[in-house]
């Protein structure tokens, strides 16, 4: 009975590594054959050497420190370093023909791999229910992670390079890290502590599928380079688009189509194993409220903490995940038009040559102007901006993209532009304004909604 046990523990691990990697992959993505899931696999197994003999080495010094820095210095950083370094490695060799799926995608599977290994490790070591809480729920932790961090990992390859360029990259690193170590606290510290386990997946598993949705719509990189284009350069350009349609759709009164965040889940075959797996906590909570006393009959050596943890709780996230997954519309982020955008009025050039034009959107990194004089590509131009009452003179800014054909007169030129070095006080004020004028329409939109119903009633 033992052996079998002793064989039972690490084919659990096994088993929810290939769950939650053949789950996605199914889902979400087509992928490019086996090779790239090969190399992840290994590089996931590589990123747990490194990451073990990292813990290992330093362990001793690091041994008498509270139990949250024990959670972070032995646990979270060197495993997402790990992970993270291994993932650079392989992105770094094909930004130029990879999307942000595949980014996604490699790091999700090397993060499965990466746990599978671990858990097998670790249930040498573990009794049997809490080392089928650890697969069961860390497993999933570091293939979202390892997503999470794969998505930033090729976005900062395939962005401009600039100032503080890698700002996003750098922040997805210490998001996972801190929910790992989060993680690790809540688990290494038993008792009701693994119960908010299951919410801390849940919150991950939003950012991931958020991720996914915008990943499934994003260009192959090499695709946007045949027209000069950066990541980030595009994505300006398509917000400067899809609020250009709108004030043209309303202008000439055509309907705006609306494309919402949330797509349609429910199918029969979904939605009757989402019923399924949250029948078992149903079922189990009868067995915990009336007889307590059966659960260590039946279950040898689990305490009631873990049996609600295993049998209560992960069911009900598996049915989440079952009936949830996709929920994110990718057209959301690719087709929606924008409306109601904040006009920025804007002058380029010195004043003996300056054309006034406008901009819907700015950020850190820069704008994307209408022009009717076509610029000099890389030449510093000086930029005034008016925003609500409020006036930016000589801002430098750099034009690296323009949209101008000579043989169609009737077409509307424009050019990209990023600023050198970020103007903090436009950003942050052009922020405010924004913020203020996103809360004035909730108000207006709660305000018009009670007049409405009183009008009803």
Not at 50 to 59: H, K, S
Not at 245 to 259: A, D, I
Not at 292 to 301: T, W
Request: proline share 5%.
């Amino acid at each position: 009975m033992n052996v079998s046990i002793d064989l039972l523990k690490p084919l659990t691990a096994v088993a929810a590594a290939w769950f939650y990697w053949y789950f996605y992959k199914r889902t979400y993505y087509s992928g490019q054959g086996k090779l790239v899931s090969t190399i992840a696999f290994f590089s996931g197994m590589v990123a747990t050497g490194i990451a073990l003999v990292w813990e290992a080495f330093v362990f001793d010094f690091f041994k008498d420190l509270g139990p949250f820095l024990q959670a972070f210095l032995l646990g979270a950083l060197p495993e997402e370093s790990a992970k993270a370094l291994l993932a650079i490695w392989y992105l770094r060799k094909t930004k130029n023909s990879s999307n942000l799926a595949d980014g996604l995608y490699f790091g999700l599977t090397l993060g499965a791999s990466f746990g599978c290994i671990e858990n097998v490790f670790y249930s040498f070591k573990l009794e049997f229910w809490p080392g089928l809480l650890r697969a069961g729920t860390s497993l999933p932790l570091h293939a979202f992670t390892g997503g999470i961090l794969g998505f930033f990992l090729l976005r900062n390859f395939q962005i401009r390079k600039a100032s503080l360029s890698g700002l996003e990259a750098v922040s997805a690193f210490l998001g996972a890290v801190l929910l790992h170590t989060f993680y690790n606290r809540l688990l290494a510290g038993g008792e009701t502590g693994i119960l908010w386990i299951p919410l801390l997946l849940g919150a991950t598993l939003l950012v991931l599928e958020f991720l996914i949705a915008q990943a499934e719509v994003s260009l192959p990189f090499e695709l946007m380079q045949a027209g000069g284009l950066f990541l980030d350069d595009y994505s300006m350009i398509q917000k400067f688009t899809r609020y250009d349609s709108w004030l043209r759709k309303t202008q000439n009164f055509e309907r705006v189509e609306t494309v919402r965040l949330f797509r349609s889940l429910f199918s029969p075959g979904r939605t009757l194993i989402a019923i399924l797996l949250f029948g078992v906590p149903l079922f189990c909570l009868n067995f915990y409220l009336f007889a307590p006393h059966l659960i260590p009959f039946y279950l040898v050596n689990i305490d009631f903490l873990q049996f609600i943890a295993l049998f209560m709780e992960y069911p009900a996230w598996l049915g989440i995940l079952f009936l949830f997954r996709g929920f994110i519309n990718p057209a959301f982020f690719q087709e929606r038009i924008l409306k109601v955008p904040l006009f920025l009025s804007v002058t380029l050039g010195p004043p003996d040559k300056e054309e006034p034009t406008l901009a819907y959107s700015l950020s850190r990194r820069g704008f994307y102007s209408p022009l009717t004089q076509e610029p000099i590509l890389e030449k510093d131009t000086e930029v005034s901006f008016y925003i609500a009452g409020k006036n930016f003179p000589a801002i430098r800014a750099v034009p690296v993209w323009k949209n101008f054909r000579q043989d169609d007169p009737n077409h509307e030129g424009g050019a990209l532009f990023r600023f050198p070095e970020i103007p903090w006080s436009l950003v942050a004020w052009r922020w405010l304004v924004r913020t203020r004028q996103q809360v004035r329409n909730l108000l207006d939109a709660i305000l018009s909604l009670r007049v409405s119903v009183k009008r009803n009633s």
